[in-house]
Structure formats: C-alpha cells, structure tokens
C-alpha cells in the first residue's frame, strides 16, 4: 500500500528510536543479538522457498517448450513472440483492461460517496455502517453464485413483468453485456474496502477547515469540491491504483458469474494463465504470467512515483 | 516526518466515532434526514442479495418454480440446510476451513510481528534493511505469476493439501503485516524494554513479555485481514488442494454450478452456511472489526 512512502519516510528518523544506533554504527555491526536472526531467518528462508523460487522457475519455464509434462527443450523467446501474436491472449488483456479501468472508476465514485454520506450528519450511522461493509467479509465466489441467479432468472423474470425486452434474456449470456454485471459484482464486494480508505481521509480533514469555509458562505458542493477533495487526493491515488491492480487480477467474481464466457468475451488474464495448468501450454502461459508480472511491476513504480510526490507535496 | 504521521495515525485510528460526533455536534445536532433517507435506499444494494439468499435457501423446488426468488417462502422449507449439509460434507468442509484459518491467522501474526520487530530494532544494520526490501518484494508478484510453478512445487513436497496453503497465506501476507507492525514497533520507546534487559530479559523474553502485548491493537488489525484472507479465499486452496475431500467451503461451493444441477433450494442453503460463520462474527463484532480495520488503511 503505502510501501514506499512507509520506507522513505522513516529510514532517517529511525537512528534514535534504535538500541544499536545510540552505541555507534561501529559497534552495531558487530554487536547484534543472535536471537534477532533467529526471528528473520527462518522467515525469509521460507519466503525465498515457497515465493521467490517459483517466479525465478517460471521465468525459466518461459525460455522452454515444456507443456507441463514431458521433455522440454530451450526455444528462446519463442513464447513470447507467439504470445504478441496471438488473438485470444490480446483479447484477454483487452477485457482485463478496460474491465479493470471501468470498474476502478465506479468504485472509487460509489465508494466516495459512501464515506461522504457515512461522515456526514446522518441518523443510526453506526447501523448503516455496519451494513456497507458487509460485503467485505463475504467469499467473493459465493456472492457471485447468488448474483449469478440474479441475474439469469430473477432479473429476466421481472424484465419480462415490466415489458422490458432486451433484458428478458441474461446478461450473462449476452456477449456484450457480461462484462457489466462482472463490474457489478466487483464493485459491490470492493467499494467497502476502498470506503475506509477514503473515511480514513475524511476524518483527517480538521474540522477548522470547514468551519473557516461555513464562515466564509461556501455550500456543501463548494466545499467538497474546493476543500475535501483536495485534502484527501492522496487517499484517492491509493485507492486508484491499489484498486487498478487488484481488478487486473480479477478471477473468482468471473468464475462465479460467467465462467470466461460467452465464449471468451470475459476471460481475463488471470484465468488465461491458469488455463496453462491442463491445457498443455504451461511454458507458453508461463511467458504469458511474466508479461502480466512486467505490467502490474510498471503499475507499481508509478504508484510509488506518485505517493512519493504526494509525500513531498503534504 | 515520522513522528508527525504517526502522531497523525495515532489521534486518528483508535476512535473514529468520537471525531465524527464532535464534527456533528459543530451545527448543532440537526440530523440530515434526506441524507438518511438516501444512504437507507443505498444500503438495500446490500440487503437485498441477502435477503434473497436466504429466501432461495428456505424454498423448496417447487416455490422457486419460474419466478423471481423474491417472495418470501410459505412454508418455509428447512429441510435443505440438512440436505446441503449432507451433500457437502460440511463438517469435513468447515473443519478444513478452520485449519487453515486459525493457522493462518496465527502464523501471520506470528512471523509478521517478530519479524517486524527485529527489523525495526535493528534497523542500521545492512542485513535487516535488505531483508526487509526483500520482503516487500512479494506486494509485486501477484499470485497468477506464480501459481503454475507453485502447484508442482507444492505437489513435490506432499504440501499438496491445507497445510500448504496455510503456509502460502502467511508468506503471501507477510509483506503487508510486516509493514502494519513496523510503523507500530517503532512508536514503541525502547526505555522500556532497556529496563527489562538490565533485569536480564533475553531479546526472546522482552519480545514475549514486554514487545507482543504491546502490539495488540495491531495484531487485531493483522488478524482480521489474515482470517477474512483466509476464510473467504478461493483460488490458492483451489489450486494447490488436490484431494477433493480436504477442500475448503469456497471451493466445494463449486458442486452447485454442474451443468444439469437445477437444485437451486439446496445450492443457496449451502452458501448461506458458508457465508453465516464471517457474518455472524462480523455483525456481533462489527464495532471492534472495523476499527481494527481502519487501523490498517490509515497506514
């Protein structure tokens, strides 16, 4: 989350509050407590086993013409070349992405405007609360389930009542349409999440601010507009781009509503890698893994590039 | 700088409510009734799935027929928890679920805080500031790079089963939580545990008795995302379990989406028992939840 600003922020200061540092850098080198390794060691063996280990197998796997079982031999770059020329995998970065953008956007206005509501003077706001973030607790995958039902039978039912035609077949079977209710779905189990981030925001705004803002005759509107939003555009970044990345990754809402179909029209990118598990393209789906790797790295630089500013800035 | 954010943090997590209600008591007490009335409409987004998740759950066949699901069963039709519970094997389900859960939260916060805390103590010494990079090196490899290597890794080892999942959720967390404790450690002052080691505490004891207790309002925070991690998960067990009876309540949710099964009734009797366990906990806790939440997207 806020990685980076978390390190650059508190790398000088950390001299004072450290046993060691008081002692000299000298003498830290030399005078550390064992047991500090015993508390990181076996961690970070564990770490480079079971996290680094794979990505360094998989980046090798890439170079070959390994299918998952079997002989393999190096093929170089071959894999990658195919990947760039393959219509099924550009359609699959095609819908992870405009999915991904689509669905960051309706959060972050659904999820804003459920903080603003929650911060503002409202009546039972504890009751309320409580209900709103429901959705965080749930399995993603059975939520899909039921807004699977929703939306085959319940909602054709009631379009066909209300004489609403183009409704009256699922939207899940509607090679245009699918991907909405994904975004849907995503939104109602993700909105939550990205709420108390932008609570947390609002609740560092002073209140001397608004009362300056009162005295001065600006409406509510103005106000968001000219003092909120402002103040809490650092809490709005995160929220973008942790938000942006974890859509790119989207797999058990689509599972639990369409499967990857019609056809192919919602297959993201993720279930396109993992289809390399039996589909005898493990090699070939493994460069497709450190493509999507390479993407999401460069989503992260500049996620650290902007909270950085942002630190400077505030 | 630090001491300015944390100070911030700090003033902010612990009491969220009090700061609104002096906010609310600036005009006055006049409620915004419209405003009231708009986020009730708003909460039926959620509500509504709900109660049609339990309505479906208490109809029999017959009741769903070709309507909406909508209308409330009469009579109700208990029978299909029992049945669900039978045609999942909820038991072995659930307790497969609690194995990996309890595990992980316990792992996660295990590891993470002491983790955190030599990291913080030791923090100009070269091996703990690289060790520390290093582990943040996994918030950039998201699962789906890694999974295909993961699952012939797994199966190798006979980690093929709830145990290595376990051991995937404290790892996959691991830079996260590390994150959410070290900013915590350091607000800790290091007179106190000074006091203890000329008593002649080890490093061991002073984490035990003086550092972890310290922690705990960020061991609830860690704990939380660990267990609603964990509970709710899909892909890793999906991927990585491979005996089918050692699979955990999200995945064996998948029964239901056979071609020719039509028993809806069942189906959603059975996704309203897996779902029960975090929203009971939820809404009796939900106070304490999300405070603890909170404390974790302040940093």
């Known amino acids: 989350m806020t990685t980076t600003s978390r390190v650059a922020q508190t790398a000088p200061p950390a001299g004072p509050n450290n046993p060691t540092s008081a002692a000299g850098t000298v003498r830290s080198k030399s005078r550390i407590d064992p047991t500090y390794y015993w508390m990181v060691v076996p961690v970070l063996a564990l770490f480079a086993f079971f996290i680094t280990l794979p990505a360094l197998v998989g980046v090798f796997f890439s170079l070959t013409n390994y299918a998952g079982y079997g002989d393999w031999k190096f093929i170089g770059l071959m894999n990658y070349v195919n990947i760039f020329k393959d219509p099924a995998v550009l359609q699959s970065y095609i819908f992870t992405f405009v999915f991904a953008l689509t669905t960051t956007v309706v959060v972050n206005v659904v999820a804003l405007a459920i903080a603003l509501g929650l911060n503002a003077k409202i009546k039972w706001r504890t009751g309320i609360r409580t209900v709103f973030f429901i959705p965080m607790v749930l399995s993603a995958l059975i939520v899909s389930f039921v807004f699977n039902y929703l939306f085959s039978n319940t909602l054709p039912v009631l379009a066909e009542r209300f004489g609403v035609t183009p409704l009256a077949t699922s939207i899940l079977a509607n090679e245009n349409l699918a991907w909405l209710a994904i975004v849907l779905v995503t939104v109602w189990q993700a909105a939550p999440g990205a709420t108390i981030i932008y609570l947390a925001g609002l609740q560092s705004v002073p209140s001397e601010v608004y009362e300056a803002a009162d005295l001065d005759g600006a409406g509510s509107f103005r106000q968001f507009l000219s003092l909120t939003l402002p103040l809490i555009l650092g809490y709005l970044v995160i929220n973008v781009i942790l938000g942006f990345k974890g859509f790119l990754g989207t797999y058990e809402i689509i599972v639990g509503l369409t499967g990857g179909g019609p056809g192919m029209a919602t297959q993201s990118v993720a279930m396109r890698i993992f289809s390399g598990f039996t589909g005898g393209d493990y090699s070939y789906q493994m460069a497709n893994a450190v493509i999507y790797f390479l993407i999401t790295l460069l989503i992260s630089v500049i996620q650290l590039r902007l909270i950085q500013r942002r630190g400077v800035s505030l | ?299």
């Open chain 2, 1 to 299: 700088m630090t001491a300015s954010t944390l100070a911030a943090s700090k003033h902010l997590t612990p009491d969220a409510p009090a700061r609104s209600n002096r906010r609310s008591n600036r005009e006055g007490f006049r409620i915004n009734w419209w405003l009231t009335a708009l986020m009730l409409a708003a909460s039926l987004t959620v509500l509504l799935p709900l109660y049609f998740t339990v309505a479906m759950a208490l109809k029999s066949p017959d009741q769903i027929g070709t309507g909406t699901g909508l209308a409330w069963p009469n009579p109700m039709n208990w029978d299909n928890f029992a049945a669900a519970y039978v045609a999942t094997n909820f038991p072995r389900a659930f307790m497969s679920t609690a194995f990996v859960t309890v595990l992980s939260v316990l792992g996660s916060l295990a590891s993470s805080s002491l983790v955190a805390y030599a990291i913080a103590r030791n923090w100009n010494h070269r091996f703990f500031r690289g060790s520390f990079v290093y582990l943040l090196s996994a918030m950039f490899i998201p699962f789906p790079v890694i999974i295909l290597p993961l699952i012939k890794q797994t199966a190798l080892l006979g980690l093929d089963n709830p145990a290595g999942v376990v051991f995937l959720h404290v790892l996959g967390g691991i830079s996260f939580n590390t994150l959410l404790y070290i900013a915590f450690v350091r607000s800790i002052p290091v007179e106190l545990e000074e006091s203890a080691r000329m008593d002649g505490a080890t490093t061991w004891q002073v984490f035990r008795k003086i550092i972890f207790p310290l922690l705990a309002p960020m061991n609830a925070t860690v704990g939380i995302f660990a267990f609603l991690g964990s509970w709710n998960d899909f892909l890793l067990p999906q991927m990585l379990i491979a005996d089918p009876a050692l699979q955990t309540l999200p995945v064996v949710q998948m029964l239901f989406q056979g071609e020719f099964n039509t028993n809806y009734s069942l189906a959603f009797a059975s996704y309203l028992m897996a779902m029960a366990p975090t929203l009971v906990v939820y809404i009796l806790a939900q106070r304490w939840v999300l405070s603890g939440v909170m404390r974790g997207a302040v940093k």
